[in-house]
């Protein structure tokens, strides 16, 4: 069965530092995989995806994620944190064989300080 | 831009009571979903459409039902609403064959 984990439960990064947001997952067919962002009271936004092709996925708001096939990882990156960047992070995953269920993470929030 | 809109953002029903959350996407999307959101367990799906009139069943549909009767609207029904039915209820759209999802607002709905 198709799986998706997110280790951490928060992530604390100071304004203008790297920041990455870890995501693996666990599928038996080609993967299909997905980051959104939820900001207080609002729904989710997607932000990439990865379906084929370059490892490097660039996304919205100067994210990017990186697809590790050897690693089954899927984690989402940014160069330079925003404080308003500060959100719900969620990785989510579809089997790519299956009909069109999608699985996602616990979510890991997001915590950048001035 | 897509639009995807849930009927209310905030709703609050007694228990036993047969609850209608509605939500309509203006995309032709062909697939609809249907999850809850509680802290700590991220998002839960329900149920999805692949089509009209076609429903399957995700991770948790107990106490849940669906309709879709046209390709916009897709129905989630509580048909007696109990307190553990208390979430956030979140509706998405997805095209084929990309399948990133497009969320609306959400509904708060708070059982009594």
């Known amino acids: 069965a198709q799986s998706v984990a997110q280790p951490e439960d928060q992530v604390n990064v100071a304004e203008g530092n790297p920041l990455t947001v870890k995501c693996t997952y666990s599928v038996s067919g080609n993967p299909y995989l997905f980051w959104y962002v939820q900001y207080p009271n609002r729904g989710l936004q997607f932000l990439l995806k990865?379906?084929?092709?370059?490892?490097l996925v660039k996304g919205s708001y100067g994210f990017e994620a990186e697809f590790n096939k050897s690693q089954t990882s899927f984690h989402l990156k940014k160069p330079s944190a925003l404080v308003s960047d500060s959100a719900l992070y969620f990785c989510a995953v579809r089997e790519g064989s299956s009909a069109s269920k999608i699985i996602f993470g616990s979510g890991t929030r997001l915590s950048i300080r001035p | 831009d897509v639009k995807v809109t849930q009927s209310s953002r905030y709703l609050v029903k007694r228990t036993g009571e047969k609850v209608f959350l509605e939500c309509v996407q203006d995309?032709?999307?062909?697939?609809m979903f249907w999850y809850r959101q509680d802290p700590g367990l991220g998002l839960r799906l329900i149920y999805f459409?692949?089509?009209?009139?076609?429903?399957e069943k995700g991770d948790i549909p107990e106490g849940y039902s669906v309709s879709r009767e046209k390709k916009e609207r897709f129905s989630l029904i509580l048909e007696s609403a109990s307190t553990n039915q208390t979430s956030m209820y979140l509706c998405a759209s997805s095209p084929l064959p990309t399948y990133e999802q497009y969320f609306g607002p959400g509904t708060r709905l708070t059982v009594t």
């Open positions: 990865y379906i084929t092709g370059d490892n």
């Open positions: 459409s692949y089509d009209v009139k076609m429903k």
């Open positions: 995309m032709d999307h062909e697939n």
